[in-house]
């Protein structure tokens, strides 16, 4: 089955085609500023370059969050119109899953996504990537306890330099991995109709938090 994969939670917009669990092609434009603009433009460039029309794809997998709000938002929006036009079902994944599909070779591997002012998004996964615990959203300080409680762990993402992580890994958001969880959440019958896909958040946006604290 043809799978189209996208997330647009970070600076990397990406987008994916995959064939069950494997990649045909992936591309990406990293400058966050540009989702808006580019996002239909590069799925568009995808599907022509790989011979491919909306109605080969059998399923969507979007990345749910967290990360950039506005990021996330454009991508949602923009797969459930696709998705309820052309009667696609979809399923949701989070960019802490994408991210731990970038590591390989440790017994759990933690993402961390950098909310800035030392605050982290932060997912445990075991070396299967099955998610072993809550997402956090909170100081890093704060999760080093639970953290340290795993030995033999990896720790990716932009907000791995928290933790003094020195690794190899590849701290980008991708598509394809998106593609490769929303497969696996398909075998499982996880996936949704497009009015019922959803947008993770593990806090308030920054103007949302702005407006309660002026309150």
Known sequence: MKVLAVSTSSNN??????????????????????????????????????????SNIALIAVDNGPGSFTGIR????????????R????????SLEGLAYNVTGFDYICSLIDARNNQVYAGIFDKNYAQISEYFADDINNLM??????????????????VNASNNFDNTIHSSNIGICGYRKYLKGLTTDADKLSVMYLRKSQAERLKYNNS
């Open 13 to 54: 917009c990406s987008v994916s085609l995959l064939e069950d669990d494997k990649l045909i092609k992936e591309l990406n434009i990293c400058n966050e500023k540009t989702h808006s603009e580019k996002f239909m433009p590069l799925i568009d460039e995808l599907l022509t370059s790989t011979n491919t029309s909306l």
């Open 87 to 94: 009667n696609i079902p979809v399923v949701g994944c989070s």
């Open 145 to 162: 306890p639970t953290l340290q409680k795993y030995s033999n762990i990896a720790y990716v993402g932009d907000g791995a330099y928290l």
């Open 74 to 85: 454009i991508g949602i929006a923009t797969i459930k119109a696709i998705a309820e036009f």
